[in-house]
C-alpha cells in the first residue's frame, strides 16, 4: 500500500504548525493509496471531526486533542483513529486493517491509537481519558 506524499506533509503541517485540527485519510483502492479525503480547520471540535467520518466506510484519521491534566496544564496529544464500522464491506475491513500498521508508522509522532466501530467507541469521554 502506498501512501501519498500529501498525508505525511498535511500531518507534519498538523504537528508542527497546528494548521489543521483533524485530517482524514482515505484508502484509494483503486490506485492502492492512502490519500488525505479532508482536513479539519484548527478552530474545528471534536464533534466536527466525529461527523466527517463516514458512517459505513472505513477511514484513518489523526485528531489534535487539546486537554487540561489533572494539575490544570494545558497539553495536547496527537490520536490517530482507526475507524472500521461494523456496516462496512469486510474487504474494505481487511485492507484497512492489514495496512494500518505501516501507515502509522509514516506519522512520526502519534502519541495515542485508538480502534472504533461504532461511534460509542471514540466518544470525547472515552478521548479524554485516553489523554491523561
Known amino acids: 500500500m502506498a501512501v501519498h506524499d500529501d498525508c505525511k506533509l498535511k500531518f507534519l503541517e498538523l504537528k508542527g504548525k497546528r494548521n489543521h485540527r483533524f485530517i482524514v485519510f482515505k484508502i484509494d483502492e483503486k490506485i492502492q493509496q492512502v490519500t488525505v479525503e479532508k482536513l479539519g480547520s484548527p478552530t474545528a471540535s471534536y464533534q466536527d471531526?466525529?461527523?466527517?467520518?463516514?458512517?459505513?466506510?472505513?477511514?484513518?484519521?489523526?485528531?489534535?486533542?487539546?486537554?487540561?491534566?489533572?494539575?490544570?496544564?494545558?497539553?495536547?496529544?496527537?490520536?490517530?483513529?482507526?475507524?472500521?464500522?461494523?456496516?462496512?464491506?469486510?474487504?474494505?475491513?481487511?485492507?484497512?486493517?492489514?495496512?494500518?500498521?505501516?501507515?502509522?508508522?509514516?506519522?512520526?509522532?502519534?502519541?495515542?491509537?485508538?480502534?472504533?466501530?461504532?461511534?460509542?467507541e471514540m466518544s470525547l469521554d472515552i478521548v479524554k481519558a485516553r489523554a491523561l
Do not use: H
Request: charged letters at 30%; proline letters at 4%.
Open 49 to 120: 471531526f466525529t461527523d466527517s467520518l463516514p458512517a459505513n466506510e472505513c477511514r484513518y484519521a489523526v485528531f489534535d486533542f487539546d486537554f487540561t491534566t489533572n494539575e490544570n496544564c494545558q497539553k495536547s496529544k496527537i490520536f490517530f483513529f482507526a475507524w472500521a464500522p461494523d456496516t462496512s464491506r469486510v474487504r474494505s475491513k481487511m485492507l484497512y486493517a492489514s495496512s494500518k500498521d505501516r501507515f502509522k508508522r509514516e506519522l512520526d509522532g502519534i502519541q495515542v491509537e485508538l480502534q472504533a466501530t461504532d461511534p460509542g
